[in-house]
């Protein structure tokens, strides 16, 4: 699986946009992006996942550019319970099931 | 949706005891599971591959006669740490894939983790 690159820590105000950034310059074609976050003390929580197109869902925009060397993951409006650590991962659909995880964001929701 | 359980939640025992994890797959049947592990402040590391009805593959490292993983049904996996010590405290998590859903990229569901304290 490619390596993924993301900032160590972020802070975001309360009711803003959060937009964590993921580098996977050596993505390669069949990989697909994923997210995930892991709040304290709990097992990670999936949050959107795409190969090309931008995605959407109930919690998140997943926007990949163009070349898919990179990706952000937009909260739209944070609150404080989406303070947690985010992982990006890259994974070919055929690479079995398992996840390596990289040392993600820690998204800090401030008041 | 799919959702996977771990029990217990936390475990404190004394050192050279043996404990049991178990994760279950609540309602989909799962050929694989994963165990990973995280120590404080760190990622999560892959230990072991979990198959119904054969042998685990472990990670490089990751000593199988110490983690014991039994994977007797569909619904459920279990890691046993045998002669557990304090350098075995950590946080354990088990994840599965939902084998109904169509084509490899499906996400995977993870369970809320075990907190395992050896003293």
């Known amino acids: 699986d490619a390596k993924t690159t993301q900032p160590p820590s972020m802070d975001c105000a309360e009711g803003r946009a959060a937009n964590l950034p993921c580098n996977h310059s050596?993505?390669?074609?069949?990989?697909?992006v994923y997210w995930y976050r892991q709040i304290h003390s709990q097992g990670p929580q999936y949050i959107i996942h795409?190969?090309?197109n931008n995605e959407t869902n109930e919690m998140a925009s997943l926007i990949i550019t163009e070349d898919r060397k990179s990706s952000t993951l937009i909260l739209p409006h944070a609150t404080l319970r989406d303070t947690a650590v985010y992982y990006c991962?890259?994974?070919?659909?055929?690479?079995?099931?398992?996840?390596?995880f990289g040392g993600g964001t820690r998204l800090m929701v401030k008041p | 949706g799919a959702v996977v359980s771990q029990h217990p939640s936390w475990v404190i025992c004394k050192s050279g005891t043996s404990v049991k994890i178990e994760c279950r797959s609540l309602?989909?049947?799962?050929?694989?599971m994963f165990w990973y592990r995280q120590f404080p402040k760190q990622s999560l590391m892959l230990m072991a591959t979990?198959?119904?009805?054969?042998?685990?593959?472990?990670e490089q490292g990751v000593e199988k006669d110490k983690f014991l993983i039994n994977h007797a049904s569909l619904t459920l996996s279990t890691l046993t740490v045998t002669s557990a010590h304090p350098e075995d405290s950590s946080f354990y998590i088990c994840?599965?894939?939902?084998?109904?859903?169509?084509?490899?990229?499906?996400?995977?569901?993870f369970g809320d983790g075990t907190r395992l304290s050896i003293l």
């Open positions: 994840s599965a894939r939902d084998p109904r859903s169509l084509g490899g990229n499906q996400p995977q569901h």
């Open positions: 991962i890259v994974r070919a659909d055929n690479a079995g099931n398992m996840l390596t």
């Open positions: 309602d989909f049947q799962a050929t694989t």
């Open positions: 795409g190969l090309k």
């Open positions: 979990s198959n119904e009805g054969s042998k685990a593959t472990y």
């Open positions: 050596t993505i390669s074609g069949n990989e697909y």
